[in-house]
């Protein structure tokens, strides 16, 4: 195996977890809204695992980022769908995810209302989920 099979399958496994952990933050800030619930120590632990899931993933990004044979600086670079989906369109979606993210976990540090944390993290942690799941999509395939 090397370094970059071993980063490329790292990088695409923990992409469940990242994913399982920002569906369970935003759902649990949504029965938060709807059912009126307080705010506890579990929905910030919950989004705060969320928060670590997808900076953890954006390290581990930069890394295949600098390994991977699929960025490339070359004049061909923009007119191959492969090259250029993996040089600059996947890694600034998934920036604007993760800053997205980082807010909505800000915002409801913030808040000085239940439903004020609970809404930052739903809107902004389903905005960057979004954002991902496009990423995940658009993937070139053959």
Known sequence: MTLYSFFQHLHSGFRYL????I???ALSALVGLINKKPYKEANRRLSLFALISVHTQLLIGIVLYFISPLVQFTKA??????LRYF?????????????LITIG??????ATTDE???KAIFVFYILGL???STGIILIPRG
């Open 18 to 21: 990242v994913l399982i952990f």
């Open 23 to 25: 569906v369970l933050a």
């Open 77 to 82: 670079t923009m007119q191959e769908k492969h």
């Open 87 to 99: 040089t600059v369109e996947h890694w600034v979606m998934m920036v604007i995810a993760i800053v």
């Open 105 to 110: 976990h800000s915002k409801s540090k913030r």
């Open 116 to 118: 004020g944390k609970q």
């Open 130 to 132: 979004i954002i991902i």
